[in-house]
């Protein structure tokens, strides 16, 4: 029950968080959505299948929501998780991009530049001392151990 619980949190969560990025900035700065390059699919379900894949790891393995509000009552380093550290926002960002592609519109590629500069900085004051103070040496080690943003090209292996 609790982790059908976590699924319905993290559908929630998800999908405003790709109706702000996708849909209601793109129309804020008033951006036209045409599809121009069909093609740009590809990408666009690469970026939401990465993402997608870290939100299930996020209800099934820590009972939580990408939410800061309502994170993971867990550590979470399975999955993708494995390679880097923050692989649904790098997920995301290749969505942004393959949007900005499908689009044919510069604007949002400018937009998940913004997406990547906000994020690092949310990353690098909040998420990760909140994670430290809630995780301790287990988190600690993960950092030794798998990069921020750029991929191992083999899955570490937690010990214990």
Not at 2 to 21: C, E, G, H, K, M
Not at 67 to 73: G, I, L, S
Not at 89 to 97: E, H, K, N, P, T
Not at 116 to 133: G, H, K, Q
Request: charged residues 20%.
């Amino acid at each position: 029950m609790r982790r059908a619980f976590a699924f319905v949190r993290t559908i929630i969560v998800a999908s405003f968080f790709v109706w702000l990025w996708c849909f209601l900035i793109p129309r804020w700065f008033r951006v036209p959505l045409h599809i121009v390059h069909p093609e740009a699919w590809i990408v666009i379900a690469i970026g939401g299948v990465i993402a997608a894949a870290c939100m299930f790891e996020f209800a099934w393995r820590g009972y939580g929501t990408p939410a800061p509000m309502d994170p993971p009552r867990r550590l979470v380093v399975s999955g993708i998780y494995r390679f880097v550290r923050n692989p649904m926002y790098v997920g995301f960002a290749i969505l942004l991009l393959g949007q900005a592609w499908l689009t044919g519109r510069i604007e949002i590629v400018y937009e998940t530049l913004f997406y990547l500069a906000f994020f690092t900085i949310f990353v690098m004051a909040y998420e990760e001392p909140a994670l430290r103070s809630k995780f301790g040496d287990d988190y600690r080690e993960y950092c030794r151990n798998v990069r921020r943003w750029i991929p191992r090209l083999t899955p570490w292996q937690e010990k214990g």
